[in-house]
């Protein structure tokens, strides 16, 4: 009875990830494809290689789990050991890159703007929530001692020399995050084409000016002037973090993003100044000497650049600020981090009578004012029924996960966290 039990949860665990997970994204980009007017992305042979290689990472992946693991690669059945071998010598979690891979690849392939730009991004955030939030921990717990640094992990967080694979790691994650971006921008661009839609086109006869290829040397060389591991650390998360908001701000504000978009006549990467900046910074913590050195050519770059802008002014105010929150952003977290315990443990509730009011129940009500009024300047006015309908879902559920679940007395509790979960759903399938 027991094997009968554990063989229809294997089999179950299976149809659910293997076939009902990839149906439901499927149709989830089927049926919202006419509400993306950003431009599709569309071809075969790029779609091709990149579903080749996500289902070849995939079954080579399980293949190491099941012929070092001695297991499945399933969380509620997880194999008995910890492997490092085969893939996982490169990544910690390489079935989760190779379906991220597999449905870009798809969605590709099949040109839909939904699946590229929706679906594929929000898919990869839930799988980063259940790696960070459950399989990280899980690990931990099952496996104490041990510990696996691949070869493409970011350097260590500590004071010891970088070595070559601190190095090597780095530039590719550099050209990576470079090419995806300068991707991710200018085929947002190409929305203004004819029928919206994009299709990718090589080997063009390009021709380019010098500084951008100044700029982008100046990038690739600079990993290996680095010495200790903690500061080749600090400076590729700054980076992600800059071209994170360089994508952002150019997606959300295109007048301002602008100076970020490649000519049509260059064939190089945009390498914007706030990365410059950015290891002008880092360097000044190993060497002030070599900073300053390294200040003086960032300045001659940022001068001729800006003198063949036509927009200098708007151009450095953008570059400095995106500079400003990503190389200065252990400061940042660390204020976020202080001030959100201090409100987390600043419980304070007043009693008149049978009327209870908690200060939190001020921060949580401010909080939810601004998410909606947020929701409703995005959606527009015509939506305004459909989030007055979700907002008030997601309160009941709430209240009656609080009081009838966890049974909270006297409306000690009024609101269960949970309940706003199953609020969300059904607020989202009414809506």
Same mark, same amino acid.
């Given at each position: 009875?027991?094997?009968?039990?554990?063989?229809?949860?294997?089999?179950?665990?299976?149809?659910?990830?293997?076939?009902?997970?990839?149906?439901?994204?499927?149709?989830?980009?089927? #049926?919202?494809?006419?509400?993306?007017?950003?431009?599709?992305i569309?071809?075969?042979?790029?779609g091709?290689?990149?579903?080749?290689?996500?289902?070849?990472?995939?079954?080579?992946?399980?293949?190491?789990?099941k012929y070092?693991?001695?297991?499945?690669?399933?969380n509620?059945?997880?194999?008995?050991?910890?492997?490092?071998?085969?893939?996982?010598? *490169?990544?910690?979690?390489?079935? #989760?890159?190779?379906?991220?891979?597999?449905?870009?690849?798809?969605?590709?392939?099949?040109?839909?703007?939904?699946?590229?730009?929706?679906?594929?991004? *929000?898919?990869?955030?839930a799988?980063?929530? *259940?790696?960070?939030?459950?399989?990280e921990?899980?690990?931990?717990r099952?496996?104490?001692?041990?510990r696996?640094?691949?070869?493409?992990?970011?350097?260590?967080?500590?004071?010891?020399?970088?070595?070559?694979?601190?190095?090597?790691?780095?530039?590719?994650?550099?050209?990576?995050?470079?090419?995806?971006?300068?991707?991710i921008?200018?085929?947002?661009?190409?929305?203004?084409?004819?029928?919206?839609?994009?299709?990718?086109?090589?080997?063009?006869?390009?021709?380019?000016?010098?500084?951008?290829?100044?700029?982008?040397?100046?990038?690739?060389?600079?990993?290996f002037?680095?010495?200790?591991k903690?500061?080749?650390?600090?400076?590729?998360?700054?980076?992600?973090l800059?071209?994170?908001?360089?994508?952002?701000?150019?997606?959300?504000?295109?007048?301002?993003?602008?100076? #970020?978009?490649?000519?049509?006549?260059?064939?190089?990467?945009?390498?914007?100044?706030?990365l410059?900046?950015?290891?002008?910074?880092?360097?000044?913590?190993?060497?002030?000497?070599?900073?300053?050195?390294?200040?003086?050519?960032?300045?001659?770059?940022?001068? #001729?650049?800006?003198?063949?802008?036509?927009?200098?002014?708007?151009?450095?105010?953008?570059?400095?600020?995106?500079?400003?929150?990503?190389?200065?952003?252990?400061?940042?977290?660390?204020?976020?981090?202080?001030g959100?315990?201090?409100?987390?443990?600043?419980?304070?509730?007043?009693?008149?009578?049978?009327?209870?009011?908690?200060?939190?129940?001020?921060?949580?009500?401010?909080?939810?004012?601004?998410?909606?009024?947020?929701?409703?300047?995005?959606a527009?006015?015509?939506?305004?029924?459909?989030?007055l309908?979700?907002s008030?879902l997601?309160?009941?559920?709430?209240?009656?996960?609080?009081?009838?679940?966890?049974?909270?007395?006297?409306?000690?509790?009024?609101?269960?966290f949970?309940?706003?979960?199953?609020?969300i759903?059904?607020?989202?399938?009414?809506?």
């Amino acid at each position: 009875m027991k094997n009968n039990t554990l063989f229809l949860g294997k089999l179950l665990y299976a149809i659910t990830f293997l076939i009902m997970v990839p149906a439901g994204l499927w149709l989830w980009a089927i #049926y919202t494809e006419e509400m993306i007017l950003l431009p599709k992305i569309e071809s075969h042979w790029v779609g091709g290689v990149l579903m080749t290689i996500g289902v070849g990472l995939i079954l080579w992946a399980m293949f190491a789990l099941k012929y070092y693991g001695k297991g499945l690669p399933m969380n509620a059945y997880p194999p008995v050991q910890f492997v490092t071998k085969g893939p996982y010598s *490169l990544f910690h979690h390489p079935i #989760y890159i190779g379906f991220g891979l597999l449905i870009l690849g798809v969605f590709i392939y099949k040109g839909s703007a939904s699946g590229f730009w929706m679906v594929t991004p *929000l898919t990869l955030l839930a799988m980063s929530a *259940l790696v960070i939030g459950y399989e990280e921990i899980d690990l931990k717990r099952r496996f104490p001692e041990s510990r696996n640094l691949t070869l493409l992990d970011f350097p260590e967080d500590n004071h010891l020399a970088a070595k070559l694979r601190d190095r090597a790691s780095s530039l590719f994650w550099i050209i990576i995050l470079l090419v995806t971006s300068n991707l991710i921008i200018n085929l947002a661009n190409a929305a203004s084409n004819a029928e919206n839609s994009f299709h990718f086109t090589f080997f063009k006869d390009q021709i380019y000016s010098s500084h951008p290829f100044l700029n982008l040397i100046f990038i690739l060389v600079f990993p290996f002037l680095i010495k200790q591991k903690e500061v080749l650390r600090e400076w590729i998360i700054s980076i992600m973090l800059a071209l994170f908001y360089m994508v952002f701000i150019t997606l959300l504000y295109p007048v301002i993003g602008a100076q #970020y978009i490649q000519s049509e006549d260059s064939l190089l990467l945009t390498t914007p100044l706030f990365l410059i900046f950015i290891s002008v910074k880092a360097m000044f913590r190993q060497s002030r000497i070599t900073g300053f050195i390294l200040a003086l050519v960032a300045m001659l770059l940022v001068s #001729y650049q800006m003198v063949n802008s036509l927009s200098a002014l708007p151009d450095l105010t953008v570059t400095i600020l995106i500079f400003l929150l990503s190389a200065f952003y252990k400061k940042i977290w660390k204020f976020l981090k202080n001030g959100s315990e201090k409100i987390a443990n600043s419980w304070k509730e007043w009693v008149f009578g049978k009327v209870r009011i908690i200060n939190h129940g001020f921060y949580v009500g401010f909080g939810a004012f601004l998410g909606i009024l947020l929701a409703g300047i995005l959606a527009g006015k015509e939506y305004a029924l459909a989030l007055l309908i979700f907002s008030f879902l997601v309160t009941v559920f709430s209240a009656l996960w609080a009081q009838l679940i966890e049974g909270s007395e006297k409306l000690k509790r009024p609101f269960g966290f949970y309940g706003g979960l199953v609020g969300i759903l059904f607020g989202s399938l009414t809506v």
